[in-house]
């Protein structure tokens, strides 16, 4: 099951491609997400509806990945993503935001959320903001001791 999806005109680099891809690819996400944040494990659980892999390409090399799935009613929840460091600034992460929501959109939800943490990712808060998200709750997570944002937007 491979959908190869184009990011919007004008975002990201030439020669950006994104995938959606299966779970028979998941060890390429989870060698992304090593590399980015030193952990294999991406979320907690893989038995989530709509469960949603993307991988982006840069000149045929992967260089980025975001993982979603459905929650209740009809939000869909970008749970995680990154870039390997060497091809950030670019628009990838933008664009891979940009690719999940219009699969998001094709699955019938309504919304769209994530979380940061601000003090760790301040590239997502500042993206969130321009990207027309809002806050819609705020607390402090002792288990990554740190506050964590939710950001949420209708599609």
Do not use: C, W
């Not at 190869?4 to 060698?31: D, F, K, T």
Request: hydrophobic fraction near 40%; proline fraction near 3%.
């Amino acid at each position: 099951m491979e959908l190869v999806l184009q990011p919007r005109p004008l975002i990201g680099p030439s020669g950006l491609r994104i995938e959606r891809v299966g779970m028979e690819r998941y060890a390429e996400v989870q060698a992304l997400n090593a590399t980015v944040f030193g952990d294999t494990r991406v979320i907690f659980r893989l038995d989530r509806r709509d469960l949603t892999l993307l991988l982006a390409f840069l000149n045929d090399e992967a260089v980025g990945y975001k993982v979603g799935y459905g929650e209740e009613g009809r939000t869909f929840y970008s749970a995680k993503g990154g870039v390997l460091e060497a091809v950030r600034r670019q628009g990838i992460a933008r664009a891979l935001l940009y690719a999940m929501q219009d699969e998001a959109r094709a699955m019938g939800y309504r919304r769209f959320a994530f979380d940061t943490f601000p003090n760790k990712h301040v590239g997502m808060t500042v993206m969130g903001l321009r990207e027309g998200f809002t806050v819609t709750a705020a607390g402090y997570n002792a288990a990554y001791k740190d506050y964590r944002l939710r950001f949420e937007k209708k599609l």
